[in-house]
């Protein structure tokens, strides 16, 4: 994949991530951040794009997400094994 075509999924993920935690309740997203604390920030793309672990906010996206532990732990595995 072109770097450019990362980018732009990078940028989608990210939005529609972003926009996902901001239509939960007040209350949930609190709670969210007092479990994980914030979404991190969007590193430099030439950061995230060279890193072999990639941005830090799809580790914390995968974390909060409500998935169950077994679909989180093949999605990593998924994850490392294309590095």
């Given amino acids: 994949m072109c770097l450019s075509a990362l980018r732009e999924l990078h940028d989608s993920v990210r939005a529609k991530s972003g926009a996902w ?3 939960m309740s007040a209350e949930l997203r609190a709670e969210v951040v007092r479990s ?4 991190p920030p969007v590193e430099d793309s030439q950061d995230w794009a060279s890193s072999p672990d990639g941005p830090a906010w799809t580790w914390y996206l995968l974390a909060v997400l409500p998935l169950g532990p077994q679909l989180q732990v093949i999605i990593t595995v998924l994850l490392v094994s294309l590095c």
Wanted: aromatic share 14%.
């Fill in 36 to 39: 994980f604390g914030p979404m």
């Fill in 21 to 23: 935690l901001n239509a």
